[in-house]
C-alpha cells in the first residue's frame, strides 16, 4: 500500500508540476500551503469561468423552455462534477494513509482536476 501511494503522490505531482515548481519552500507545511492558496484561486477561476458559460448560454438560446432546461443540466453536472472531483481528490489523500504527504497529495489532485475543469467550460463559451 505504501508504494501505491508513493506512486499517486508522483502521478499528482508531475501532474500539477507547474504548481509544485511555482511554490517556494523546501518544507511540507510550506508546499502544502502554498498550493492551498493556488487551489483557493482556482475555484475563484472556475466560478467565473462558470458563471460565463451561464451568460453564453443565456445569450444563445432565445426560446425560454430550451434555456431553461440547458441551464438546469448545466447545473447538475456542475454539482455533480464538484462531487466528483472531492470524492476523487479524498481518494488520493486516504491513499497516503494520513502521511506527510497526503495533504499535497490532495491538493494537487484538485488543481488538476479543477484546471482540467475550467479547460472544458471555456471549450463551451468557444463554440
Not at 508522483?10 to 515548481?21: D, E, F, H
Not at 479524498?90 to 491513499?95: A, E
Request: with cysteine; aromatic share 8%; charged share 25%.
Amino acid at each position: 500500500m505504501k508504494m501505491f501511494g508513493i506512486l499517486v503522490f508522483c502521478l499528482c505531482a508531475t501532474t500539477s508540476g507547474v504548481a509544485l515548481a511555482d511554490c517556494p519552500g523546501s518544507s511540507t507545511p510550506e508546499i502544502d500551503y502554498c498550493l492551498g492558496l493556488e487551489a483557493t484561486q482556482l475555484d475563484h477561476d472556475l466560478k467565473r469561468t462558470y458563471d460565463k458559460v451561464v451568460q453564453t448560454l443565456k445569450d444563445a438560446y432565445d426560446v425560454q423552455q430550451n434555456r431553461e432546461k440547458l441551464l438546469l443540466s448545466l447545473e447538475k453536472a456542475q454539482q455533480q462534477w464538484l462531487k466528483f472531483r472531492d470524492a476523487d481528490c479524498d481518494f488520493v489523500y486516504k491513499t497516503f494513509s494520513g502521511g506527510t504527504g497526503a495533504p499535497i497529495g490532495a491538493v494537487s489532485c484538485r488543481i488538476e482536476l479543477t484546471q482540467a475543469r475550467i479547460k472544458e467550460l471555456k471549450e463551451i463559451i468557444e463554440h
